[in-house]
């Protein structure tokens, strides 16, 4: 290519320049990035043709407390497919933003996918693992229903958020510090959301304190702390 010139009001500008700057802005669409947002998009279209009103439905049961209990007259199954394919967006777009936050430190490798891809589906699987071991060791199975299903269907909502700050950060990279933030604060938030939505359900339903702290310091905030920590460690080692 041959650079060529341009006039302008404050003189001649070699127009090659341009073009180096507009190819070092779309080098920033990586492979792996551009592939996270395409399954994500992709899980998200099936959702919404597969329930016109998921949207709607999920965001009323993530700010209404009492909602998860009445969703299937909200017209929203609990294992249908629209509610599968958006848990997948969670774990997709959860990994996508670890992903994100690594390379942004260590740069992009196979490695960093792998291990955002682990550490995703792992802590959305510890949930319920520990749920139901909970539910095992107290004998009240049945109670602990409600609690499973806040952990299910909460994170559906979280991960369309998820995957609107991942795009914003992928077409806007030097918004990066702040995006890192709302990441941080948006999986607090849900974590903490649906610990206490859980834990005040249980404390009506007679489940004695005890269990419940026990529950929360060694299958809640222990994964989590570990989590926190490997990440740290991982970004700035």
């Given at each position: 290519?041959?650079?060529?010139?341009?006039?302008?009001?404050?003189?001649?500008?070699?127009?090659?320049?341009?073009?180096?700057?507009?190819?070092?802005?779309?080098?920033?669409?990586?492979?792996?990035?551009?592939?996270?947002?395409?399954?994500?998009?992709?899980?998200?279209?099936?959702?919404?043709?597969?329930?016109?009103?998921?949207?709607?439905?999920?965001?009323?049961?993530?700010?209404?407390?009492?909602?998860?209990?009445?969703?299937?007259?909200?017209?929203?199954?609990?294992?249908?497919?629209?509610?599968?394919?958006?848990?997948?967006?969670?774990?997709?777009?959860?990994?996508?933003?670890?992903?994100?936050?690594?390379?942004?430190?260590?740069?992009?490798?196979?490695?960093?996918?792998?291990?955002?891809?682990?550490?995703?589906?792992?802590?959305?699987?510890?949930?319920?693992?520990?749920?139901?071991?909970?539910?095992?060791?107290?004998?009240?199975?049945?109670?602990?229903?409600?609690?499973?299903?806040?952990?299910?269907?909460?994170?559906?909502?979280?991960?369309?958020?998820?995957?609107?700050?991942?795009?914003?950060?992928?077409?806007?990279?030097?918004?990066?510090?702040?995006?890192?933030?709302?990441?941080?604060t948006l999986?607090?938030?849900?974590?903490?959301?649906?610990?206490?939505?859980?834990?005040?359900?249980?404390?009506?339903?007679?489940?004695?304190?005890?269990?419940?702290?026990?529950?929360?310091?060694?299958?809640?905030?222990?994964?989590?702390s570990i989590?926190?920590?490997?990440?740290?460690?991982?970004?700035?080692?």
């Amino acid at each position: 290519m041959f650079p060529v010139l341009q006039s302008s009001f404050f003189g001649i500008q070699d127009a090659t320049w341009h073009v180096m700057e507009l190819g070092s802005k779309a080098g920033t669409f990586g492979t792996f990035q551009l592939f996270f947002l395409l399954v994500s998009l992709l899980l998200i279209v099936f959702s919404k043709a597969g329930n016109t009103q998921s949207f709607r439905v999920l965001l009323k049961i993530f700010f209404q407390p009492g909602q998860t209990e009445s969703q299937k007259r909200e017209g929203w199954p609990m294992l249908g497919s629209p509610a599968w394919f958006l848990a997948f967006n969670f774990v997709i777009t959860l990994a996508h933003s670890i992903y994100l936050i690594i390379s942004d430190k260590q740069g992009e490798s196979l490695t960093s996918i792998v291990y955002a891809l682990g550490i995703s589906l792992g802590f959305f699987m510890l949930a319920f693992v520990a749920m139901s071991f909970v539910a095992f060791l107290t004998g009240l199975k049945s109670i602990y229903q409600v609690p499973l299903q806040t952990t299910w269907v909460l994170p559906q909502f979280v991960g369309l958020i998820f995957f609107l700050l991942n795009l914003i950060w992928v077409l806007n990279p030097s918004y990066a510090d702040i995006l890192v933030l709302l990441l941080f604060t948006l999986f607090f938030l849900l974590n903490f959301k649906r610990i206490i939505r859980s834990s005040l359900f249980l404390l009506r339903k007679g489940v004695e304190w005890y269990y419940i702290l026990l529950y929360l310091c060694t299958l809640e905030i222990l994964p989590i702390s570990i989590l926190a920590w490997f990440l740290y460690t991982w970004m700035f080692k």
